[in-house]
């Protein structure tokens, strides 16, 4: 059974940092395209970040662009977002995403989700 287990958010002040991570079980990450998105209260979900597959590059929203970082540990099976520098408006439940066809920018091209994970900057 493909499992994805988030976690690592919080209530951090603005400026803080916060390290999410993305526990996977009934496949391997390598495999797949990983992606986090958030979704704040009355707004849509959005991509932050997606690792493709292939090559592993990675493809960052402008918002985030130079405070996040994705980064992936093969041994545990685990997937992580790195925020720095975070802002009010980073403040959202934040949930990774695989798909087995590459980075894609909407939510609706992801086969498997997370239960997602709070974050919450105070200004």
């Known amino acids: 059974e493909v499992q994805l287990v988030e976690s690592g958010g919080g209530l951090v002040q603005a400026g803080g940092s916060l390290r999410l991570s993305c526990a996977a079980s009934?496949?391997?990450?390598?495999?797949?395209?990983v992606a986090w998105f958030r979704q704040a209260p009355g707004r849509e979900r959005e991509g932050v970040v997606c690792?493709?597959?292939?090559?592993?590059?990675?493809y960052y929203a402008d918002s985030v662009k130079g405070r996040v970082t994705i980064s992936s540990d093969g041994a545990k099976n685990t997937v992580y977002l790195q925020m720095k520098r975070l802002k009010p408006e980073d403040t959202a439940v934040y949930y990774c995403?695989?798909?087995?066809?590459?980075?894609?920018?909407?939510?609706?091209?992801?086969?498997?989700w997370g239960q997602g994970t709070q974050v919450t900057v105070s200004s």
């Open positions: 690792m493709g597959k292939t090559n592993g590059d990675a």
């Open positions: 009934g496949f391997t990450f390598e495999n797949y395209a």
């Open positions: 995403a695989i798909n087995d066809w590459g980075c894609k920018p909407t939510p609706y091209d992801y086969s498997y």
